[in-house]
């Protein structure tokens, strides 16, 4: 079975930290994805990537970045945490679409970050 | 933009009673259309996929037609369960494994 492993699943934080959320797949998965839940929103792209070192913007990447050093493993930081990024972050996988349409988007668990 | 618009919950039923989750999508060229859901606590399960149109993706009852003339991969179940309860999410796949979901819709099922 396709697993992805976010480190941490609970954090509380305090405003103006350094927060580093990890994810680590064990697929072999060209592409990994960052992704926060908030209610009445749904699930809104923060950053992704197809390959080691690759990384680009979701649709709300202010106050994230990202880095992929190896394949396994996506990490996403908050470089001075702020209250409004007291979310649920979702990190997932998947296979090179190149390969085929439709590839199945495989996600973690999640990680609830409080910032206070 | 490429967009996916699905029915606001929460959504509340006994058990047994019939399921629509609507779900209307907006891209310009030809997505692949996905059901995921997301039991408490957890995270997202692919719960089925249509990747062309006219195509029916179904499992565990669940079953949704993607249909390009109406732009909608809606959600059935003809008999529900109270394990069903979840926040269910329609999304489409344009390019390069790039998800766009839509907002959820929450289900309770009572028994």
């Known amino acids: 079975d396709v697993k992805v492993t976010q480190s941490s699943r609970y954090l509380v934080k305090r405003t103006g930290e350094k927060v580093f959320l990890e994810c680590v797949q064990d697929m072999d998965h060209e592409n990994m994805f960052w992704y926060r839940q908030d209610p009445g929103l749904g699930l809104r792209l923060i950053y992704f990537?197809?390959?080691?070192?690759?990384?680009e913007k979701g649709d709300i990447p202010e106050g994230y970045s990202v880095s992929r050093e190896k394949k396994e493993r996506f990490s996403l930081i908050l470089e001075s945490a702020s209250t409004n990024q007291t979310s649920m972050y979702l990190c997932?996988?998947?296979?090179?679409?190149?390969?085929?349409?439709?590839?199945?988007?495989?996600f973690g668990e999640g990680s609830w970050l409080t910032v206070v | 933009g490429d967009s996916v618009t699905q029915m606001e919950g929460p959504v509340t039923l006994s058990e047994e009673a019939f399921l629509t989750i609507n779900c209307t999508y907006t891209?310009?060229?030809?997505?692949?259309l996905f059901w995921y859901v997301q039991y408490p606590g957890e995270g997202l399960q692919l719960l089925l996929k249509a990747t062309k149109a006219d195509d029916k993706g179904s499992n565990k009852g669940f079953e949704a037609t993607y249909r390009k003339e109406t732009t909608s991969f809606h959600l059935e179940k003809g008999s529900v369960q109270v394990s069903d309860s979840a926040v269910y999410f329609c999304?489409?796949?344009?390019?390069?494994?790039?998800?766009?979901f839509g907002r959820g819709t929450q289900l309770t099922v009572w028994p």
């Open positions: 990537s197809y390959d080691v070192k690759m990384k």
């Open positions: 997932a996988s998947s296979a090179s679409v190149l390969e085929s349409p439709g590839n199945t988007i495989y």
């Open positions: 999304a489409l796949e344009l390019w390069l494994g790039r998800l766009y």
């Open positions: 891209a310009t060229g030809y997505p692949s």
